[in-house]
């Protein structure tokens, strides 16, 4: 299946639907969801979308911590709490919250990022701000990144 990445720009209209650019839509949709699950990170100023299998991931992850921890309540009350399933209407567009849009600063454009099977939805001069910083740690960390094996697919190919 398809990553999800890049990045596109898109607006807002008046009543708050925004279009949701083909490629994450067409992901979506293969998941066999007529939409995305939407909540707000809580270690950056964005909104994080996936689809139904990976927000069962998460369920199931926080049920792993120990119940009643402060952090299960925690990680409950930012991801569960406050996600919202959010529909694709036919022209391929969604609705985003208005608790969401506030929390984050999104006005009249959002910025859709591919992150693998996620995708964040940021404020474009949000992202612009700490995109930055995060190159800049990278390199001054001489960040490197040990490539996986390659695996075997199960279709025939490698």
């Known amino acids: 299946m398809a990553l999800l990445v890049g990045r596109h720009i898109n607006k807002i209209d008046k009543k708050g639907r925004v279009s949701v650019p083909k490629p994450f839509r067409d992901y979506f949709r293969d998941k066999g ?26 369920n199931d992850s926080l049920e ?5 921890s402060d952090d299960q309540d925690d990680l409950n009350t930012v991801i569960l709490e406050n996600a919202h399933s959010l529909s694709f209407d036919p022209e391929g567009r969604i609705v985003l919250p208005k608790d969401l849009m506030e929390d984050i600063g999104i006005t009249d454009q959002v910025l ?35 490539l996986r094996p390659a695996t075997v697919s199960n279709e ?3």
Do not use: S
């Open 156 to 158: 025939g190919g490698t």
């Open 112 to 146: 859709f990022v591919g992150v693998g099977n996620r995708i964040r939805i940021w404020d474009p001069d949000t992202y612009t701000e700490h995109r930055g910083p995060a190159v800049e740690r990278l390199r001054q960390r001489g960040a490197t990144l040990r």
């Open 33 to 58: 969801f007529g939409g995305l699950y939407a909540f707000p990170l809580f270690k950056y100023p964005a909104i994080e979308a996936c689809a139904e299998d990976i927000m069962q991931r998460l």
């Open 64 to 68: 792993e911590i120990e119940m009643f």
